[in-house]
Every structure is written in C-alpha cells, then in structure tokens.
C-alpha cells in the first residue's frame, strides 16, 4: 500500500460539510472538481455511489473498474469506471492506502443472514442509499442502487480467493480524494454497521469537501 497527499487547502474548498455517523449523504460533482472524504475519527466505511449525473442508467462498475486497473483494491490512479466503459472519477490523492469494492453495501437481509434474526430492525447501508436517492428524486428508485465502493474499508482477499472483514486499515484523519472525469452524482451512506469490524463497532462521522478545478 503507498499513500499519496493532496495539495488542495482546506480553506480554500467551495464545499465543507460533516455527514453524521450513520447518515447519508447526496450531492453532485461537477467534471474537473475534487471531492474528498475524510475518515474524521478512523475505521469509518463510507459506502459510496456514482451515477453520470446526466443519465442515471449509467453508474459505476466494480467489474469494470477492476478489469481496467488489473487489480482488485481501490487506490490512487484508480479510474473509477462506468458499466459503460467510461471513467466517472480519477482517485488522485489517498493517505489511507487502499479501499475495498468487492464486499458491498450492508444491508437488513444480509445482516439477518450473517449475524441473527434479530438484527433486521438494526439500520443498514442499503436503507441510506434508498432514503437518499428517493429524497434526490429525479426517477431514481431501488432497481438504481448497484455496485459500490467501501472507502477505508479493509475486506483483504485471501490466497485462496477468500473475502474477509478485517479491522480498519484506516486512522483518524485518513482521506481519499478524486477528479470528477465527467459530471457525476455520488451518494454516501456513512455505513451504521455495529456487527462487524468495519466501523470499529463504533460508527463514527466522516467529512466531505469539494474544490473547484484547479487552474
Ligand atoms: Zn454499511
């Protein structure tokens, strides 16, 4: 894992703005702007989606991006890519090192399924999307809530091809930056998981920031 810093200054972003732990979070990025996402307190997944922000039927691609990059975690140089074959984002800074895409969203079934009956009243990733896109409006639904990405979340492969859940390879402070390639809409669910280590069993605020492009 390598690290790379940005030289954008904080004061000077367009966009400043805290997502609650456990909420989310939906917003547009303009062709050329950066947006960051900062792991404010460390070991925060921040569930995230893009959509070209002119046509919704195109959105990110797990597959894709992993076929384009040969490679299967999210890091700097990283094009985030469309199930068109176009790149959404490009990640150009990222002091956390590496990010997950393979492991998915959480979710009420899946919660069920993975830890117990009981934890189906409990708030997941997939619920957030869909109270952020229906709010958003616009004829997004359901159906539109596809692969995404777990920025600062460590799901390491393991020889023989397995997932697993690890703790953080992230820290208080850790972000990830990306060049919009295109006019996107992202939508952040700032992951409320308490069953796995993810959040750190403790879920906690991420920050997000926008630049206008640079000269
Ligand atoms: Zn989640």
């Not at 777990?150 to 060049?179: I, Q």
Request: charged content about 20%.
């Amino acid at each position: 894992m390598s690290e790379t810093a940005s030289t954008l200054a904080r004061l000077k972003a367009l966009y400043d703005c805290e997502i609650p732990a456990g909420e989310p979070w939906i917003h547009e990025v303009r062709r050329g702007q950066h947006l960051r996402i900062v792991d404010v307190h460390g070991n925060q997944a921040a569930d995230t989606l893009f959509y070209n922000a002119l046509d919704y039927g195109e959105r990110y691609s797990a597959q894709n991006t992993i076929r384009e990059q040969a490679n299967i975690y999210v890091t700097t140089g990283t094009r985030l890519m469309s199930s068109r074959g176009n790149a959404l984002l490009t990640i150009v800074a990222d002091t956390c090192g590496r990010h997950d895409t393979l492991g998915g969203a959480c979710a009420t079934e899946s919660n069920m399924v993975r830890y117990a009956i009981q934890k189906r009243y409990m708030h997941a990733c997939r619920q957030s999307f869909l109270k952020a896109i229906l709010e958003w409006g616009h004829g997004l639904e359901k159906r539109d809530i596809d692969h995404n990405i777990n920025f600062f979340m460590n799901v390491p492969v393991t020889r023989e091809g397995g997932l697993t859940f690890e703790d953080g390879v992230s820290a208080s402070g850790k972000y990830v930056e990306m060049r919009a390639e295109m006019d996107v809409l992202a939508v952040i669910s700032n992951c409320p998981q308490l069953n796995n280590p993810c959040n750190a069993y403790n879920p906690t605020p991420v920050r997000v920031l926008i630049w206008d492009p640079m000269d």
